[in-house]
């Protein structure tokens, strides 16, 4: 494997688009920061997911870039989704009792406009917190500030 990748990379380097290159570029930089420890999964690293939490709540960032575009080259509802379930899922984890862990068991979204601009953050907030679940809300705004998306969803809790 470890050879075979210096010649696609060159491969990509010498017949790529612009549009190729600039993908590659986030895809390289997400891995670095994830081997030097910043990510903790490959979706946060190759989103170049950025995450802020309080006790009461959760945001993460992602740039928008043509890696996250649909074929009408717009963001894929999937990444909207991810981004999202991101945060939601990450305070239900900030929130869980030791020893426990949170899983998305529902999610459920409504998609309000299309994501357009530089970047895209999710917010979540609690709305229940319960022994064996919770339910989160999140919402997905652009850089002005408009609302993209609405989310809730349940979380399981479940041994680590």
Same mark, same amino acid.
């Given at each position: 494997?470890?050879?075979?990748?210096?010649?696609?990379?060159?491969?990509?380097?010498?017949?790529?688009?612009?549009?190729?290159?600039?993908?590659?570029?986030?895809?390289?930089?997400?891995?670095? *920061?994830?081997?030097?420890?910043?990510?903790?999964?490959?979706?946060?690293?190759?989103?170049?997911?950025?995450?802020?939490?309080?006790?009461?709540?959760?945001?993460?960032?992602?740039?928008?870039?043509?890696?996250?575009?649909?074929?009408?080259?717009?963001?894929?509802?999937?990444?909207?989704?991810?981004?999202?379930?991101?945060?939601?899922?990450?305070?239900?984890?900030?929130?869980?009792?030791?020893?426990?862990?949170?899983?998305?068991?529902?999610?459920?979204?409504?998609?309000?406009?299309?994501?357009?601009?530089?970047?895209?953050?999710?917010?979540?907030?609690?709305?229940?917190?319960? *022994?064996?679940?919770?339910?989160?809300?999140?919402?997905?705004?652009?850089?002005?500030?408009?609302?993209?998306?609405?989310?809730?969803?349940?979380?399981?809790?479940?041994?680590?």
């Amino acid at each position: 494997m470890k050879e075979k990748i210096p010649q696609l990379i060159d491969e990509i380097l010498m017949n790529g688009s612009n549009d190729d290159l600039a993908v590659l570029h986030q895809v390289l930089i997400g891995l670095n *920061r994830k081997n030097e420890g910043k990510y903790s999964s490959y979706v946060g690293a190759l989103l170049n997911m950025e995450k802020e939490s309080t006790a009461a709540s959760c945001s993460v960032s992602v740039p928008v870039s043509r890696m996250i575009y649909n074929s009408l080259d717009i963001v894929h509802g999937g990444i909207t989704a991810t981004v999202i379930d991101s945060a939601m899922g990450t305070l239900a984890n900030l929130l869980s009792p030791d020893g426990l862990g949170a899983v998305t068991s529902q999610l459920n979204i409504h998609y309000l406009l299309p994501v357009k601009g530089a970047n895209m953050t999710a917010t979540a907030h609690i709305l229940h917190q319960g *022994r064996q679940t919770m339910v989160v809300e999140g919402t997905v705004i652009n850089e002005d500030g408009k609302r993209l998306a609405h989310a809730t969803g349940s979380f399981y809790l479940i041994s680590k």
